[in-house]
């Protein structure tokens, strides 16, 4: 008789702990991790052609394909360049999520949301078929507005203010690419305009114009902690900043646009 050799133990623990970290992560983060990932897989190795997650406008209104208004946020290149896009994806967002919007998770939902929307909206006049690089700038402008001093390492070594990261990356997509990066400026775009609405103004005395809708917090079972349009509140954006985290990170460079 043949005896099975017993199931590796490494392998089981190994697998276990993956399976540990992942379950671990903040709810959004999660999410963009695991959508974007499959996404990515599933039309890199041609299970499903790209074409069906792009957001094109043609089949969404007449054939009510609507899910392209998501999908195209959610996928990159199976390549090198899709693998950086993943690592920063994952890095900014696990911050974000972990440490200005710790235990506010609907905030961050709508965060992502909103940047989501303006930029669907900003797409239609560019005909811009895939925004995952766009959600990526969403993602590292706002990391960069809270943390804008902060020194971060970028290729070679190179350093300097968390502010520029943004400008960085568009300039490289530009170089690469060789056309205007309109997808990743949609992102810039709408994480700026999100910052000045929902952090900026408030905090300078003025209204939070777009405040987490009250659907968002019962999706995820929270509640509002203050009410933004609330003299309280804007007193408590004001003598309580968001502060800037010390120190320097990592940055490799961005994803590719799809095709």
């Not at 506010?104 to 895939?130: E, K, Q």
């Not at 971060?152 to 990066?181: C, E, H, K, N, T």
Request: charged content about 10%; hydrophobic content about 45%.
């Amino acid at each position: 008789m043949v005896r099975q050799a017993p199931p590796s133990r490494g392998m089981s623990s190994d697998g276990a702990q993956i399976a540990r970290w992942f379950s671990a992560l903040p709810v959004c983060t999660r999410f963009l991790i695991e959508a974007t990932g499959v996404l990515t897989l599933v039309c890199g190795l041609w299970l499903l052609p790209g074409y069906y997650m792009a957001l094109y406008w043609q089949p969404v209104m007449r054939q009510f394909q609507l899910w392209r208004i998501v999908t195209n946020f959610l996928v990159t290149g199976l390549s090198i360049n899709g693998a950086i896009h993943m690592i920063m994806l994952y890095r900014h967002s696990l911050a974000l999520e972990k440490e200005e919007y710790g235990g506010r998770t609907a905030d961050y939902a709508w965060f992502i949301m909103f940047c989501m929307i303006l930029m669907t909206c900003l797409s239609w006049f560019t005909a811009t078929p895939v925004l995952s690089d766009g959600l990526l700038l969403s993602l590292v402008t706002l990391w960069s507005l809270h943390r804008a001093d902060q020194i971060v390492r970028f290729f070679l070594g190179i350093q300097f203010p968390a502010r520029y990261l943004p400008y960085v990356i568009m300039a490289m997509d530009f170089l690469f690419s060789g056309g205007f990066p309109y997808a990743a400026f949609y992102g810039w775009l709408s994480a700026q305009a999100y910052y000045y609405l929902s952090v900026d103004l408030p905090s300078q005395g003025g209204l939070n114009y777009i405040p987490t809708p009250q659907l968002v917090y019962r999706v995820f079972g929270q509640v509002r902690r203050n009410d933004p349009r609330s003299p309280n509140a804007r007193m408590a954006s004001i003598s309580n900043p968001i502060p800037q985290r010390p120190g320097g990170g990592n940055f490799w460079g961005q994803g590719r646009r799809l095709g």
